[in-house]
């Protein structure tokens, strides 16, 4: 029978196969890494359509750096993070989302330009001279790649964002391909397992034949890829890519035929049709593609698709227990069966990512029993392996 | 005169409405995964035979579900939870859920539009 091989390209030197997951998972080794990883990396925390009107706002509370954020596309149009304080005794500015002129805190009624700047002081001859331009909101160091929105909590970035991603991904997506989808559903909710599962679980498809044969039996592999090797694996210095096989094979269900009717493929079926495709998406140009798998590191998954992508990221909130936030994009529709189209791929895909999250809490628990003396990884879990001997490599940097 | 529940043309689906008509996704996806297989399935046999139909009649709207009359907007919505509803039925699951899976009600469906997307604080 035929197995199709994976195409392996990058940076495989260093990996280990065995890996002491138990270390990293203590309190102590989690304090560490809350400096020499989340500190010191750009961190993906929203898009730019999340902000999409002069004065749109909203706020994201990231629980790894305690760090309030406030996300903001100012009266120029330019987007910024400021962290979310007034600068008079530090209460938040804001706690939600929404639209405005100006921020003004409840507290003492200070007000600040959505630039940030410090416009009022109320009562202010009760305060001695207060050098407005040195009051302003605190800026956080952000950048925006294609429509994403990163942001690095070093006081010094070490690199540049495009330094950072790496030209394996930086003008790889530069065709407009992010614009073509808009947000359909966000789940968010804590898991009690330590981010380095969470990250682990959605970045192989070896788990696929066997904890997705309910929701999903046939979505990949097929009767040339059994065992449903990735037919493109990429590892760059930090982050990783790797596609997915469709099956070519796979059977439609009843509802899922009205879905593929009026609609376009998503999970658990895949359209053929890659003309809209930047060069970063399917980089293998494989005949029966389903998605790409890649991730950012540290804390950063995000599958592309035709018609349809996805991001989970992995926020620790403590050794034991992680932020989980899960936005799914799909096309943007032209007619109202477009949408119930969506739906139906959407619950389908749901499941599977609950299938996902299943095996985390029962990792955590053996894993932090001290069952097992290491893990053990396969050549289809290289993500995995490479995600080890980046976060070693971050760890033991000065 | 009192609006229609449905449009005139799915009147035979109007007993369907107040139970399964369900505008929110984290209700439609509770509502699945908490209902008896066979009810399930009595609403799976009422409403896959018509989508098409539903489906073109809809499509005879602009597209903006906030801007839809009263009855094809029940009609929107019900549509929608038989989308949800469909996968136990057509992969024939005795139950409506997966057995082993991460509970339904532990996910947390976040308000859209996504410039709304809330992470709560959490210490």
């Known amino acids: 029978m035929d197995q199709l091989e994976t195409k392996f390209l990058g940076h495989n030197a260093g990996l280990n196969t065995r890996i002491d997951v138990r270390s990293l998972l203590s309190a102590e080794n989690y304090a560490v890494e809350r400096e020499k990883i989340f500190r010191r990396s750009w961190l993906a925390i929203a898009h730019t359509d999340d902000v999409p009107k002069r004065g749109s706002f909203f706020v994201f509370e990231m629980p790894t750096l305690n760090a309030s954020l406030l996300v903001v596309r100012g009266q120029d149009d330019k987007i910024r993070v400021f962290h979310n304080a007034c600068r008079h005794r530090g209460n938040k500015l804001e706690r939600e989302a929404g639209c405005t002129r100006a921020f003004s805190c409840n507290f003492h009624g200070w007000v600040f330009s959505t630039e940030g700047e410090l416009k009022l002081i109320t009562d202010e001859h009760q305060f001695e001279t207060i050098d407005k331009a040195k009051y302003g909101l605190v800026p956080v160091t952000s950048e925006v790649w294609e429509n994403f929105i990163f942001v690095n909590l070093d006081e010094r970035p070490r690199e540049t964002l495009a330094e950072w991603l790496g030209e394996e991904f930086y003008g790889r997506y530069n065709n407009g391909y992010f614009d073509l989808h808009e947000n359909v559903s966000t789940y968010s909710f804590v898991l009690n397992c330590n981010w380095h599962l969470g990250v682990n679980s959605f970045t192989e498809g070896y788990h696929t034949r066997f904890l997705h044969r309910n929701t999903a039996r046939d979505y990949q592999g097929g009767k040339a890829n059994r065992e449903r090797h990735r037919p493109y694996m990429e590892l760059t210095k930090r982050h990783h890519r790797y596609s997915a096989p469709a099956n070519a094979d796979h059977q439609i269900l009843p509802m899922e035929a009205v879905a593929v009717k009026y609609g376009r493929k998503i999970l658990p079926a895949f359209d053929t049709d890659y003309s809209m495709l930047p060069s970063g998406v399917n980089p293998g140009k494989f005949e029966n593609w389903a998605f790409d798998v890649c991730s950012f590191y540290p804390n950063f998954v995000f599958i592309t698709g035709n018609h349809f992508r996805a991001e989970m990221t992995f926020w620790p909130i403590d050794e034991g227990r992680t932020l989980f936030i899960n936005r799914a994009y799909n096309y943007k529709t032209k007619n109202l069966g477009e949408r119930l189209s969506r739906d139906y791929f959407r619950s389908r895909a749901r499941d599977v990512v609950r299938e996902d999250l299943n095996t985390l809490e029962a990792q955590q628990q053996i894993i932090m029993s001290g069952a097992l003396p290491h893990i053990i990884l396969s050549k289809q879990e290289l993500a995995l392996q490479h995600h080890y001997a980046v976060t070693d490599r971050m760890l033991a940097a000065a | ?123």
Do not use: Q
Request: glycine content about 4%.
């Open chain 2, 1 to 123: 005169m009192t609006e229609e529940v449905l449009p005139a043309t799915f009147a035979d689906l109007v007993p369907y409405v107040a139970e399964w008509s369900l505008e929110m996704e984290r209700d439609r996806a509770v509502k699945r995964v908490s209902t008896d297989i066979d009810e399930l399935r009595r609403f799976h046999d009422a409403l896959s035979p018509r989508m098409e139909a539903i489906i073109e009649y809809l499509n005879t709207f602009p597209n903006d579900p906030e801007a839809l009359p009263g009855p094809a907007k029940r009609l929107f919505n019900l549509a929608r939870m038989a989308m949800e509803a469909s996968a136990p039925i057509d992969l024939g699951w005795s139950t409506p859920d997966i057995e082993d899976v991460f509970p339904m009600d532990r996910i947390g469906f976040a308000r859209l539009p996504a410039g709304n997307m809330i992470a709560k604080s959490v210490r």
